[in-house]
């Protein structure tokens, strides 16, 4: 009885101690969250401000241009998204930490979402200056793809098991996927198709008063592609150790039904 009681009490400092750790770990990352998503509010007040009230409004195509402002800060967006799942999956194929996993999923995912404001955004501007949603375009083909590569690692990792062979091969579908990216970027050089190249001043170039919206763009979407990341890489950590737990409970016999 008295070594069971020292026992306790030598276990009892780590069990406190533990439980002291974790609400501070725990707290730092809300804070930065919550500062992040001020942060996010307020640029997308100034943005709207810029883009309808500063900006001028296009000779050419009138107040559809706006979208532009829209159009290229996702592109900005899904290049960082799928660029940080391309990343975390070799850094996961190269060290089995499901923490890198987590930002796989958490990067594609978000990049998605880009790449399909990207092709929303992308026909209804196109309409306007093309006279048609849709063109076989290099750019707008090559994001298609992008996004068609992306949206089966999402339904993989969703519909499929989170065995690790499915995240393996989730992984270097994500690695393969971003080899896209630089084509995406440099095919309206490459292959001369009718996508626009105003940032390079090929297209026509933008008007002095336009590049503030276009710039607190970027920064807006780079705010909240992080800030979406991050809350998504936590919400698949806690995932993950719910389902550690589970399979540990079930190899313990504590799910069987009695």
Not at 181 to 206: A, C, D, E
Request: hydrophobic content about 50%; overall charge positive; some cysteine.
């Amino acid at each position: 009885m008295a070594n069971s009681v020292q026992a306790s009490a030598a276990r009892s400092p780590a069990v406190g101690s533990a439980q002291q750790v974790q609400p501070a770990s725990t707290s730092r990352a809300p804070t930065a969250i919550r500062w992040l998503t001020i942060a996010s509010a307020a640029l997308l007040l100034v943005e709207l401000y810029l883009i309808f009230i500063h900006a001028p409004v296009e000779q050419q195509m009138g107040i559809v241009q706006k979208i532009f402002y829209f159009h290229v800060p996702s592109a900005y967006g899904m290049y960082i998204g799928f660029g940080v799942a391309a990343f975390a999956s070799a850094m996961y194929l190269a060290k089995r930490d499901d923490k890198w996993d987590a930002w796989a999923v958490a990067g594609a995912e978000v990049g998605a979402i880009f790449c399909l404001i990207i092709l929303v955004t992308g026909p209804l501007w196109g309409r306007k200056a093309w006279g048609t949603y849709w063109t076989w375009d290099p750019r707008l083909t090559t994001t298609l793809l992008a996004g068609m590569v992306y949206f089966a690692y999402i339904v993989l990792r969703s519909f499929g098991s989170t065995g690790e062979v499915e995240k393996r091969f989730a992984a270097g579908l994500a690695i393969f996927g971003v080899l896209d990216m630089p084509i995406i970027h440099y095919s309206v050089q490459r292959w001369r198709g009718t996508h626009p190249t105003v940032i390079t001043g090929k297209g026509g170039g933008l008007h002095p008063d336009m590049y503030p919206a276009l710039f607190v763009g970027f920064a807006l979407f780079t705010l909240v592609g992080v800030l979406l990341m991050w809350q998504r890489a936590r919400v698949e950590r806690l995932r993950q150790r719910a389902l550690a737990l589970e399979i540990e409970a079930a190899e313990r016999g504590l799910l069987e039904e009695s």
